[in-house]
Nanobody, 117 residues
Framework: QVQLVESGGGLVQAGGSLRLSCASSGSSFIFNVMSWYRQAPGKERELVAVITSSSTTTYADSVKGRFTISRGTAKNTVYLQMNSLNVEDTAVYYC???????????WGQGTQVTVSP
């Protein structure tokens, strides 16, 4: 059974930084596409950042220049470095892994990020 587990969330003041981690287990294949999504209260889940197996990255406009997605050396691990956090970044952050761009996505359970004024 494929599992993704996020960690690193927490409470931080505006302007601060957090680093989220996502580790996967139970997969016999590489996730060629790994992503971070977030969902704020009362809002739909939105894509934050994507990284491919060739390290091509894509970011939502709202986080460009502040967030950095990267892959770990361990299989199917991904990180999200978040700098210059603001209140609008408060959300549950979810890790997502796909074998290919059109494959079934696997989701983690989410980690809460709360940014205080």
């Amino acid at each position: 059974q494929v599992q993704l587990v996020e960690s690193g969330g927490g409470l931080v003041q505006a302007g601060g930084s957090l680093r989220l981690s996502c580790a996967s287990s139970g997969s016999s294949f590489i996730f060629n596409v790994m992503s971070w999504y977030r969902q704020a209260p009362g809002k739909e889940r939105e894509l934050v950042a994507v990284i491919t197996s060739s390290s091509t990255t894509t970011y939502a406009d709202s986080v460009k220049g502040r967030f950095t997605i990267s892959r770990g050396t361990a299989k199917n691990t991904v990180y999200l470095q978040m700098n210059s956090l603001n209140v609008e970044d408060t959300a549950v952050y979810y890790c997502n892994g796909r074998r290919f761009a059109t494959s079934q996505p696997y989701w983690g359970q989410g980690t809460q990020v709360t940014v205080s004024p």
